[in-house]
């Protein structure tokens, strides 16, 4: 196989572990700080995606699709959040899978119910619908390039807020010791709807922009919640550094997989999984 074969699925899973990252570091957060099992997790990714679908149908624009999707999503996670999930703080692991499990269902209901069983997919804007030449007879699409672009971006800007501001201070703090937070005044309750909210906007997010690449479909939301617990768990629970390595690992061998081992890609991903906790078991790296 040619060089630039290799070189187009090097950047294809350097985009899709971009995705991943963006809903894996929501669920890492949610996971570390609120210590909360959330797995209607993928489900906002399904959410994002189908509501940018909605939205880019009534304005004929994804870019307006997905800015007024975006504080949907945010305001859905509150919602759930204050609802739901509130009730789960003091309640073991047990009550939260059940609850969360029973979350998926209501959320597959929903979508079937808004936009039924069938299959849809979204244009790509004319703007990004071009492709980039690698070799003479090689093409890259403009689009997944955006992708990636726009999934650093935010990234980066999710590491100075963590990092640099007072909110981001005040996360960290709770997730290394929640009692001493509280203990402190810090409002921990409106710290944990804030923390989801945001969580539920970046899963909901990463299933807009991943639209137009993949098509939608009932239940989409599950892989994706199952391939963001193998990153959380070998980056290590709570940390947005080893959400970003994790997803890494996983974009980048899951799409080698594909190509290479079709009939064993899903052997690859978890072989890796399991190699890395032999290596370390408690994950890459330390809590935010």
């Known amino acids: 196989m040619e060089f630039s074969f290799y070189l187009i699925q090097l950047l294809n899973g350097i985009q899709y572990g971009f995705l991943l990252f963006l809903v894996a570091s929501g669920l890492t957060l949610v996971f570390g700080i609120m210590d909360v099992i959330n797995l209607a997790h993928g489900s906002f990714y399904m959410i994002g995606a189908y509501l940018t679908f909605w939205l880019t149908g009534i304005f004929g624009s994804l870019f307006l699709g997905v800015v007024f999707a975006v504080p949907l999503a945010v305001a859905l996670g509150f919602v759930v959040e204050k609802l739901a999930i509130a009730y789960l703080y003091k309640k073991g692991h047990l009550h939260q899978v059940l609850l969360t499990y029973a979350l998926i269902l209501i959320f597959d209901e929903a979508q079937r119910f808004l936009w039924g069983n069938d299959s849809h997919g979204i244009d790509i804007p004319a703007a990004l619908s071009g492709s980039i030449p690698l070799t003479d007879i090689q093409v890259y699409p403009v689009y997944r390039l955006f992708v990636s672009f726009v999934c650093i971006v935010i990234g980066l800007g999710m590491f100075y807020v963590i990092q640099k501001t007072k909110l981001g201070m005040t996360i960290r703090a709770g997730a290394s010791n929640r009692e001493m937070t509280q203990a402190l005044g810090i409002n921990i309750e409106w710290l944990f709807t804030i923390v989801f909210s945001l969580g539920v906007g970046l899963a909901a997010f990463a299933g807009m922009i991943a639209a137009p690449i993949d098509s939608l479909y009932p239940g989409m939301g599950d892989n994706i919640l199952i391939i963001s617990l193998v990153v959380v768990v070998i980056g290590g629970i709570g940390s947005i550094k080893g959400a970003f390595v994790g997803a890494m690992i ?39």
């Open 250 to 288: 996983i974009g980048i061998s899951s799409i080698f997989g594909k190509t290479l081992f079709p009939d064993m890609a899903s052997i690859v991903v978890y072989a890796m999984m399991a190699a890395i906790l032999i290596w370390k078991p408690q994950g890459l790296f330390k809590s935010a």
